[in-house]
């Protein structure tokens, strides 16, 4: 079965780059440049993991991520992280925000592919 993978991501080079590397690598991927309608997104494509970029325009990932956790229909879906600002973030502020793995742009493609596999299997 193919699962499918929400990507929040509001630089298009960074988007563009996540949504071509899993989809290659036979994921599905639905794309949201900001993340304010990412409760619709994942009830509408039965998400199974979250891609949050952690900067966003409007509200952090941090937020949207703690938003997303404290629905209790969706609290088990896996949100990994990816920031430039890695080294500013705490694990706790992490851990609070819900997330459940941090990745550190620029990313590792091989890294973030194994990262991705072990949420999924």
Do not use: W
């Not at 989809?23 to 994942?42: F, H, K, N, Q, W």
């Amino acid at each position: 079965m193919v699962k499918t993978i929400v990507i929040v991501e509001d630089n298009a080079l960074n988007m563009k780059l996540f949504d071509e590397v899993l989809r290659a690598y036979g994921y599905c991927t639905v794309l949201s440049p900001d993340g304010e309608d990412i409760v619709e997104i994942v009830h509408d494509h039965s998400a199974d993991l979250i891609v949050m970029d952690v900067q966003l325009p409007n509200r952090s990932g941090l937020e949207l991520s703690k938003m997303l956790k404290s629905d209790a229909r969706l609290k088990h879906l896996p949100v990994l992280a990816v920031t430039a600002f890695a080294a500013q973030l705490n694990e706790r502020q992490l851990e609070e925000a819900g997330c459940d793995h941090c990745i550190s742009k620029p990313i590792s493609i091989p890294e973030f592919l194994s990262i991705v596999a072990s949420y999924l299997s």
